[in-house]
């Protein structure tokens, strides 16, 4: 009998949780996917949560909702499903808990609350767009990522901690910590694409259904205009395309030949046994070359406008060498342009060896501070080209804010325009550039 009331209670509850989808469905169309993709589970929970791939609910705690009216059970289910969009479930062993979970929440309302949808109205309102206020107006842009590292920098009081959990709270995050509680400790990469409850990969298809909101945002309903702003801000947040500096210079390496034993062709038997009989004479001698990927021909160019910062400049040319100087990167003979340009070119710096880079880091400094125009750089290569001063060139990096003219036509080698995240509000890129958006501490 208990058991039959129990299933009866469950169903009723799940009957709810689908009208409260279907009023989301309407008022926001658009996410669509995310809100199909959850499916029902009753378990014991004080309030709903999710791990991707289940919503999680007590069926009295839904009966609760529902019985106090309003849009309370609409906003916690929405709630739910923003956190999978944003892949916050989705988090490595090591994190700091609370501060991830408090971050995650707040980035969530203030996306909930600048949709302005009558249908997400709670209590709670009011309460929480004072804070959210607050909070915008302390440490910017209200992204799970950002409010984190920004807690983890500067921590909460216990007090406070407590005092805004209490008010952004909607659901339960535990589930999202059973999976890696047991793991090895870890550094709190929020981008890290773990699996959900049950072993499951969940990360690709909620990458699917984000990627899927963000065109939809950008095409279809674009009348959602400024009401959805931080919600976009959110999803280019975590669908940006993240390189390394390495993987990138990858891309633009050339074989070339490099005095290094060919593992691949020499036989150590042979070798070894030469030396036991003969004493020192082998009966092979290992071969002294073989062809490797190396960076030969490259050129960085470097947006000395005023509006980019001559600091991140600067770290960010360190960075690219010590890459370049690693093992299996760096050839003894390089061809290397570090060309400053605002809107002119203000110097080319030719570099063909590590002791030329070393000399160029202790003396570099930024010239120009004038205004942004990319084609002066794309010009001064395609001369270099013609001259003859590169025979393979495969990749130029442009180090920039994003604020400039643009060349219209692809050159005949690729290119990436380098975004510092802080610095930069979603620039335009032409379709035929990589466009690389990175943090401050990846650089």
């Given amino acids: ?214 065109v939809d945002l950008e095409t279809a309903s674009q009348e959602w205009g400024k009401r959805s702003s931080s919600l976009m801000q959110n999803v280019q947040e975590v669908n940006r395309e993240r390189y390394d500096y390495s993987g990138f210079l990858r891309k633009f390496a050339v074989l070339g030949e490099a005095m290094q034993i060919n593992d691949d062709e020499f036989d150590y038997i042979f070798y070894t046994y030469g030396l036991s009989l003969y004493r020192n004479i082998p009966l092979i001698e290992p071969l002294e070359y073989k062809d490797v990927k190396r960076i030969r021909e490259f050129v960085i160019a470097i947006d000395t406008s005023g509006s980019v910062k001559g600091e991140l400049v600067q770290t ?35 570099i063909t060896c590590q002791e030329e880079f070393d000399a160029y880091l202790k003396t570099m400094t930024i010239k120009g501070l004038g205004g942004t125009d990319f084609r002066p750089v794309f010009r001064y290569v395609d001369e270099l080209i013609h001259k003859g001063e590169f025979v393979n060139l495969r990749g130029l990096i442009y180090f920039t804010d994003g604020y400039g003219t643009f060349p219209e036509r692809k050159p005949e080698y690729e290119t990436a325009f380098l975004f510092v995240a802080d610095e930069y509000i979603n620039p335009y890129v032409p379709p035929w550039a990589i466009k690389l958006v990175l943090q401050k501490d990846e650089i």
Avoid at 36 to 47: E, G, S
Avoid at 333 to 346: M, R, S, V
């Fill in 316 to 350: 960010f040319v360190q960075k690219i060498y010590n890459i370049l100087k690693s093992t299996e990167s760096f050839f003894s003979k390089i061809n290397l342009h570090i060309i400053q340009c605002d809107a002119d070119i203000q110097e080319d710096v030719k």
């Fill in 1 to 214: 009998m208990n058991c039959n009331k129990e299933e009866q209670m469950e169903k009723l509850a799940v009957q709810i949780l689908r009208y409260a989808r279907n009023e989301l469905l309407v008022a926001l169309r658009f996410m669509d996917l995310a809100l199909c993709k959850l499916t029902y589970q009753a378990a014991d929970v004080a309030r709903t949560a999710t791990d991707g791939k289940h919503l999680y609910f007590a069926p009295q705690y839904i009966f609760q909702l529902y019985r106090e009216g309003g849009y309370t059970l609409n906003h916690a289910y929405l709630h739910s499903v923003f956190h999978c969009v944003f892949y916050h479930p989705f988090i490595a062993p090591g994190v700091d808990q609370p501060l991830w979970d408090l971050a995650c929440d707040i980035a969530v309302e203030g996306i909930i609350r600048e949709l302005n949808v009558k249908q997400l109205e709670t209590a709670m309102d009011a309460a929480r767009a004072v804070e959210l206020d607050a909070i915008q107006k302390t440490y910017g842009k209200l992204t799970a990522e950002r409010l984190y590292k920004s807690f983890l920098k500067k921590p909460l009081s216990k007090k406070e901690q407590e005092r805004l959990q209490e008010i952004f709270q909607v659901d339960e995050h535990m589930v999202w910590y059973m999976e890696k509680e047991s793991g090895q400790d870890g550094g709190g990469d929020q981008d890290s694409q773990d699996q959900g409850s049950g072993g499951e990969d969940l990360y690709p298809s909620w990458e699917e259904i984000s990627e899927r909101i963000k």
